[in-house]
């Protein structure tokens, strides 16, 4: 995983880690984080790794984890989602241990990169900000309510879809946040007429949710 791009580096009293989604990279969401103007707080935009997807036929691309199939009853890479939780882990702690509080620092992503930052803040053992996960799904969720960490059980979830998404449906959207409501996590729940992307009313309500979780320091 390679840190290609940070804005607003100056900015040290928050943080938001924001994961692109398959095939993307860590260019794909600045001009988002553009037009947040948020200058108090610092975005780090990383680069997934290369590695073959399987449902892309094995071709070569940036992903978090393999990706087997987008169905419910897919399989899912385990090995792949845990080994980058442990790296996400590491550059979480590498920003703690510079003086960001870990209750300053938020993890947001999109389709793959958003299952990737509901997986990680659930099982971080410290209070996280919270979470921003757009058009995306909870890996793994069967293991959740043995593996969640009391720190961010009351970690503030941000979830997002688009009503005319048609690669992670509605419906797998929607039996992810209940599978959290489930878990006892409390998820703020918004859908927009998009499809698998963002559109302007969404980043006007994240503006409103980090600034909420994430205030300038006084």
Not at 31 to 37: A, E, K, S, T
Not at 91 to 111: C, D, K, N, T, Y
Not at 154 to 177: K, N
Not at 186 to 214: G, T
């Amino acid at each position: 995983m390679v840190l290609e791009r940070i804005i607003n580096s100056q900015a040290g009293s928050a943080l938001v880690i924001w994961l692109h989604g398959l095939g993307a990279d860590g260019h794909d969401f600045e001009p988002v984080v553009q037009m947040l103007n948020l200058p108090h707080i610092k975005f780090i935009l990383p680069h997934a790794p290369y590695r073959p997807v399987t449902l892309n036929n094995g071709y070569e691309m940036r992903a978090w984890y393999d990706i087997f199939g987008l169905q419910p009853d897919s399989p899912q890479d385990e090995a792949g989602i845990n080994s980058m939780q442990a790296t996400l882990n590491a550059m979480i702690e590498a920003e703690i241990a510079q003086g960001i509080p870990a209750h300053r620092i938020l993890l947001a992503g999109f389709s793959q990169g958003g299952a990737m930052a509901l997986h990680t803040a659930t099982r971080f053992p410290q209070t996280l900000a919270g979470v921003l996960a757009l058009s995306t799904y909870l890996p793994l969720k069967s293991q959740l309510s043995q593996e969640k960490h009391p720190a961010n059980q009351q970690c503030p979830i941000w979830m997002a879809h688009g009503r005319f998404d048609s690669v992670i449906t509605m419906a797998t959207a929607q039996a992810s946040r209940q599978t959290l409501e489930d878990t006892g996590y409390a998820v703020e729940w918004h859908e927009y007429d998009m499809p698998h992307s963002v559109c302007d009313e969404e980043i006007n309500d994240i503006r409103q949710f980090l600034l909420k979780v994430l205030p300038p320091a006084q």
